[in-house]
């Protein structure tokens, strides 16, 4: 059974950055699609980035296109989601996906067959 664990959640000020990552386990990691989601309080879930198997391919939202990056390291079996110049908008719990094979469903939630508990992130003005 795969099971997906993020970490790296936190309380930060805006303009901060903060890192987050995800690990796999039960599965092969260097075949999972990756994404990053997120889900604001009071609102619905929302796609913020992913990555295709190698690392080759990444996506993003529109609302962190130019300040999130997401990465993998296929040795270590982790997913990274680097977040730069934080909002309180950002603030929202973050939840890891995985898949098995690509997709050009990549920011549709169903699209997805494993998540995480999720972690919080809090920005402050």
């Known amino acids: 059974q795969v099971q997906v664990v993020e970490s790296g959640g936190g309380l930060v000020q805006a303009g901060e950055s903060l890192r987050l990552s995800c690990a796999t386990s039960?599965?092969?990691?260097?075949?999972?699609?990756m994404g990053w989601f997120r889900q604001p309080p009071g609102k619905e879930r929302e796609f913020v980035a992913a990555?295709?198997?190698?690392?080759?391919?990444?996506y993003y939202g529109d609302s962190v296109k130019g300040r999130f990056t997401i990465s993998r390291d296929n040795a270590k079996n982790a997913l990274y989601l680097q977040m730069n110049s934080l909002e309180p908008e950002d603030t929202a719990v973050y939840y890891c996906?995985?898949?098995?094979?690509?997709?050009?469903?990549?920011?549709?939630?169903?699209?997805?067959?494993?998540w995480g508990q999720g972690t919080q992130v809090t920005v402050s003005s």
């Open positions: 996906a995985a898949r098995y094979g690509n997709t050009i469903r990549f920011s549709e939630s169903s699209s997805y067959h494993y």
């Open positions: 039960g599965g092969t990691f260097s075949s999972f699609f």
């Open positions: 990555i295709n198997s190698g690392g080759s391919s990444t």
